[in-house]
T-cell receptor, first 111, second 116 residues
Framework: KNEVEQSPQNLTAQEGEFITINCSYS?????LHWLQQHPGGGIVSLFM???GKKKHGRLIATINIQEKHSSLHITASHPRDSAVYIC?????????????FGKGTKLSVKP | DTGVSQDPRHKITKRGQNVTFRCDPI?????LYWYRQTLGQGPEFLTY????????KSRLLSDRFSAERPKGSFSTLEIQRTEQGDSAMYLC??????????????FGPGTRLTVL
């Protein structure tokens, strides 16, 4: 079993829909990252969370440490949001460099 | 452009050949990371540097892999005697090195390696 699990693996939405991507982890963490990867490989860091909730534009990320679960929400989705969204965690007491990644959720937003 | 850059972006090589990739981090970042990503999977950690010191290596980094960051700026990742299983996207990232779990990594575009 992977230490970081994401769901769904693939998600197709219509433009304007509210989107939720989930991440569950089975280990103690010091931080959780949400990353966006576009076709061709470029990865952009969206959020880093250790508790609570963060918002940036149409993106909202939440984390529940007790339940070991995080969600990434996209409001008023747009075709340009189409990408792979990756959850990654840093273990408690773990190396500063060593992130453990989920397999990603491939989002496709249709116009 | 002041982001993380990687060179080359694509590399096709024959099995058994050696390849070397370069990563130039954001200039004020003292941490540099290498990851490998195969198709349909998330990235996997390979190694990271704090300045010129290589602080951690994954068990994925076999004897055929070596990484250096000689002056604490750019880094190279060399794969000797490439195998078809080495085909992947090799990603580099850098960060300032802040403590307390607040360190954000910035990723480069990656080098896609294809071993024939």
């Amino acid at each position: 079993k992977n230490e970081v699990e994401q769901s769904p693996q693939n998600l197709t939405a219509q433009e304007g829909e509210f989107i939720t991507i989930n991440c569950s982890y089975s280990v103690g963490i010091s931080a959780l990252h949400w990353l966006q990867q576009h076709p061709g490989g470029g990865i952009v860091s969206l959020f880093m969370l250790s508790s609570g909730k963060k918002k940036h534009g149409r993106l909202i990320a939440t984390i529940n440490i007790q339940e070991k679960h995080s969600s990434l929400h996209i409001t008023a989705s747009h075709p340009r949001d189409s990408a792979v969204y990756i959850c990654a965690v840093r273990l408690v007491g773990g190396s500063q460099g060593n992130l453990i990644f989920g397999k990603g959720t491939k989002l496709s937003v249709k116009p | 452009d002041t982001g993380v850059s990687q060179d080359p972006r694509h590399k096709i090589t024959k099995r058994g050949q050696n390849v070397t990739f370069r990563c130039d981090p954001i200039s004020e970042h003292n941490r540099l990371y290498w990851y490998r990503q195969t198709l349909g999977q998330g990235p996997e950690f390979l190694t990271y540097f704090q300045n010129e010191a290589q602080l951690e290596k994954s068990r994925l980094l076999s004897d055929r892999f070596s990484a250096e960051r000689p002056k604490g700026s750019f880094s190279t990742l060399e794969i000797q005697r490439t195998e078809q299983g080495d085909s992947a996207m090799y990603l580099c990232a850098s960060s300032k090195g802040t403590s307390g779990g607040t360190d954000t990594q910035y990723f480069g575009p990656g080098t896609r390696l294809t071993v024939l």
